[in-house]
């Protein structure tokens, strides 16, 4: 019985987990310092950020509260904050994140920068 789980596990749930991680780019668009996914593993809708851009309030773009994956070019860094006008608790990402529950801060960013 024990030997049907870890088959289970192993045979079901670890290629989901590995079919997310398929989902991120590994290479961004020219100009781009990092983009933005709505769903966990890259998945859905995504907003790319170029370099040095900084979007002091979400609301109105569609995205407020939104952002639960992150892919960061390398040498940059993303940072999102909780309230707008870059105010509130601020969270620098760098590389890939694919959930950002596992950081504290899925669906929290109302405003954001990305810099190299």
Same mark, same amino acid.
Do not use: K
């Given at each position: ?5 870890? $088959? ?7 290629? %989901?987990?590995? %079919?997310? %991680? ?13 983009? =933005? ?18 979007? %002091? ?9 939104? $952002?639960?994956?992150? =892919? =960061?070019? #390398?040498?940059?860094?993303?940072? *999102?904050? #909780? ?8 969270? #620098?990402?760098? *590389? ?12 929290? $960013? ?7």
């Amino acid at each position: 019985m024990v030997n049907s789980y870890v $088959i289970l596990i192993c045979g079901v749930l670890f290629p %989901a987990l590995v %079919a997310g %991680a398929r989902d991120c780019p590994n290479v961004l668009p020219d100009g781009a310092c990092a983009q =933005v996914f709505r769903n966990a593993g890259c998945d859905a809708d995504h907003l790319t950020m170029l370099y040095g851009e900084e979007t %002091a309030d979400l609301e109105n773009t569609g995205w407020n509260d939104e $952002i639960t994956s992150v =892919v =960061v070019r #390398d040498g940059c860094t993303y940072t *999102g904050y #909780d309230d707008h006008n870059f105010q509130g608790d601020g969270n #620098d990402f760098q *590389g890939i994140h694919l959930n950002l529950i596992n950081d504290g801060f899925n669906d929290l $960013i109302s405003s954001h920068t990305c810099y190299c």
